[in-house]
């Protein structure tokens, strides 16, 4: 079946490093999206990727769809504490029934 | 964007026993999504909920032990039957608008003891 694959799964990252996770399909996505959870709080949706190539920058993080609309990454420039948390990418499932596959997600950790 | 309401937030509840949670939207929706997630983990859809319709279960979930209401189209109900400590984790309801965009509510964090 559809899968949304992400790495890492974990990230421990000094404050001011880069940070970076990668998320791939096993299809075409029509659009990708990213969500980001706090500890103890429910996914957020960030930004939602829709054209092949397409990059979009939030402040410190940018987002990237690839050309073949199959994988996508996130990029968080300087990290800051209150980047911690999960970030999930999620893409449409088969059909017209607007479920999202989403990836196992990347738990960010920052060193103050 | 939509707004949800969700609840309860938490509840620790005896195993053998049964918990509604509810969720109200606070604009009209078609699909509301219900979801579990284990701390730590990501999320696993359990059912899509129609309004008018019944709800559509996802691999490894039945209609026995999530029943799952849409009275209409601002809310909807999960129901998390006779309960074992295998059902605790934290349950999401969702839903979809403006070209897929998730939003959730709140989350109820569910001990069974």
């Known amino acids: 079946g559809q899968q949304v694959m992400q790495i890492p799964q974990y990230q421990h990252v000094q404050e001011g490093e880069d940070f970076t996770t990668y998320c791939n399909s096993s299809t075409t996505l029509s659009n990708i999206q990213w969500y980001k959870q706090r500890p103890g709080g429910h996914p957020v949706f960030l930004i939602q990727l829709v054209k092949s190539g397409e990059v979009k920058k939030q402040k410190r993080l940018t987002f990237q769809f690839g050309e073949a609309k199959k994988n996508s990454s996130l990029h968080i420039t300087a990290t800051q504490t209150t980047d911690v948390g999960t970030y999930f990418c999620a893409g449409p499932g088969a059909g017209n029934n607007r479920k999202l596959i989403w990836g196992l997600g990347t738990s960010l950790a920052v060193n103050p | 964007s939509a707004v949800i309401s969700q609840k309860p937030s938490r509840d620790i509840c005896q195993r053998g026993t049964s918990l509604t949670i509810q969720c109200q939207v606070d604009?009209?929706?078609?699909?509301m999504f219900w979801y579990r997630q284990q701390p730590g983990q990501s999320l696993t859809l359990i059912a899509t909920?129609?309004?008018?319709?019944?709800?559509?279960?996802e691999s490894g979930f039945v209609i026995d032990k999530f029943p799952i209401s849409r009275p209409n189209l601002t809310f909807s109900t999960l129901t998390v039957s006779n309960m074992s400590p295998e059902d605790s984790s934290i349950y999401l309801c969702?839903?979809?608008?403006?070209?897929?965009?998730?939003?959730f509510g709140q989350g109820t964090r569910l001990t069974v003891v």
């Open positions: 909920a129609n309004q008018g319709s019944e709800a559509t279960y």
């Open positions: 604009s009209q929706v078609t699909m």
């Open positions: 969702s839903v979809s608008i403006d070209r897929g965009r998730a939003f």
